[in-house]
């Protein structure tokens, strides 16, 4: 009697789309994401091009679709209640670079081609993350000034500014220095320098 074959699981669309934008997300932080083709995500998830293109029509699309991705993935959680607003902003600054460091590949793609020159929609979903990330930090320091606990000399807005700006640069000179150092401990160092502790 012959040996069972075994049945090769058949995906569901989603959960193939996921696994597309998953494997894309891979690649982007393995090879850089202007080396990442189509063909080559087919072949790390075991597809052919056309069955790629069949859930994505473009590969603008598989971009946008990353996008959308790394947004909720690196979506902090609330902060506990009853913690300080600087105290919140620490914990915020605290798991975005968590979440960076997660997905290596963030840092690449928000300084890829393909975000600045060549997707426009991408461009679009990362500039409303960013200035949703700003608006979030501005309104803790805002907190944090009428707590007594951030100077109130300092303009709530310029601080978010520079506040996002220590993230995002950190990210990148992480993914230069080749990860060699703690990506959060190191930003929570530097946050150090431009606000107060949180009380204890």
């Not at 040996?3 to 934008?21: F, G, L, M, N, Q």
């Not at 919140?88 to 670079?97: M, Q, S, T």
């Not at 944090?144 to 990210?171: F, S, Y």
């Not at 000179?173 to 320098?193: A, M, Y």
């Amino acid at each position: 009697m012959a040996a069972d074959i075994p049945r090769r699981t058949r995906k569901s669309a989603a959960d193939r789309k996921a696994e597309i934008v998953e494997t894309a997300v891979r690649l982007a932080g393995e090879l850089g994401p202007d080396r990442v083709t189509t063909q080559k995500i087919a072949d790390a998830v075991g597809l052919t091009q056309p069955a790629v293109f069949r859930h994505f029509p473009a590969k603008t699309d598989i971009w946008l679709a990353v996008g959308e991705w790394i947004a909720p993935a690196e979506e902090p959680e609330p902060a506990p209640t009853g913690a300080s607003p600087a105290a919140e902003l620490r914990a915020f600054v605290a798991r975005l670079l968590e979440g960076i460091a997660r997905n290596p590949a963030i840092p690449a793609i928000l300084f890829s081609r393909e975000l600045h020159a060549e997707n426009e929609p991408l461009r679009a979903h990362i500039e409303k993350v960013m200035t949703r990330r700003r608006a979030r930090f501005a309104a803790l320091i805002a907190r944090a000034q009428t707590a007594g606990q951030i100077p109130d000399r300092i303009n709530a807005d310029d601080m978010a500014a520079l506040v996002l700006a220590l993230v995002q640069g950190l990210a990148m000179r992480w993914s230069l220095e080749n990860r060699r150092f703690d990506l959060k401990d190191e930003g929570l160092r530097l946050l150090g320098q431009l606000l107060p502790a949180p009380d204890a």
